[in-house]
């Protein structure tokens, strides 16, 4: 796909409403390689948190907003793999249960050009170095649904290496869920927490000042456990650390 293609920026719903600058991010890093980005402003949410629930009937015209919203552009990127993984794996399905056949073909169109914000640049763009400053020790987590719904492998950490000053520093267990999981966090408290304290464990071991990830609903349940020990290490946003030029972020 060339630089200069159109990309509509899928923003998703904790950036829009919590996490703004990873969205602003987003748009700078694809920007600066060229890239023609677009907003479209009747975007809603995925549905992701419908389906994984049992909505999937409420979630349904969602879908069709989705769908509705994108189809006319040649690509959708977002910062996201758990709101990417949702729009693959989980519209068609949602549509063929509602028995719109014809919603479901036109959602796997979609999904086939939607894409999570490593691998668009990677595999689409073919760019592993996007000219950032990062002047800090980083450590990576690569949040489930990146890792086992997308398979985005290390195109992320591949990002990461390229940046100027940044020092990666590998995170033991990487691969292991930090324990957020949407409602899991909410319906299953003490695994959660549990879970979340062996993350932190793992991200402390490290001695890195950043932990990175590429979703912001991980990173909000690693920053909180990070904030509430008091432990200095910040939580950032891949896409925030991709778009740094001076190391500022």
Do not use: W
Request: charged share 20%; glycine share 10%.
């Amino acid at each position: 796909m060339n630089r200069g293609s159109s990309v509509a920026l899928f923003v998703t719903c904790l950036a829009d409403t919590l996490f703004p600058d990873v969205g602003r991010a987003t748009v700078a890093v694809l920007e600066r390689l060229g890239c023609q980005v677009v907003f479209p402003p009747s975007q809603t949410c995925c549905g992701q948190a419908h389906v994984n629930t049992g909505y999937q009937r409420d979630a349904l015209p969602l879908v069709r907003n989705f769908v509705a919203t994108f189809e006319r552009y040649d690509a959708v990127v977002a910062p996201s793999g758990s709101c990417v993984g949702s729009v693959r794996h989980q519209h068609a399905i949602v549509a063929e249960r509602a028995g719109d056949n014809a919603l479901a073909e036109r959602a796997r169109a979609v999904a086939s050009r939607t894409f999570e914000l490593s691998e668009y640049l990677v595999d689409r763009l073919g760019v592993t170095d996007v000219g950032a400053t990062y002047p800090h020790t980083v450590t990576y987590h690569p949040t489930c649904h990146s890792l086992r719904m997308l398979g985005v492998g290390d195109k992320p950490l591949t990002l990461l290496r390229n940046v100027r000053g940044l020092t990666l520093l590998a995170l033991p267990a990487a691969e292991e869920c930090c324990g957020f999981g949407g409602t899991f966090a909410m319906k299953n408290v003490d695994t959660s927490t549990a879970m979340l304290a062996d993350k932190i464990g793992d991200v402390l071991a490290t001695g890195a000042e950043v932990c990175a990830a590429s979703d912001s609903s991980c990173l909000m349940h690693i920053g909180g456990g990070l904030s509430r020990l008091r432990t200095g290490v910040r939580t950032v946003h891949l896409a925030e650390i991709l778009a740094a030029t001076d190391g500022a972020a």
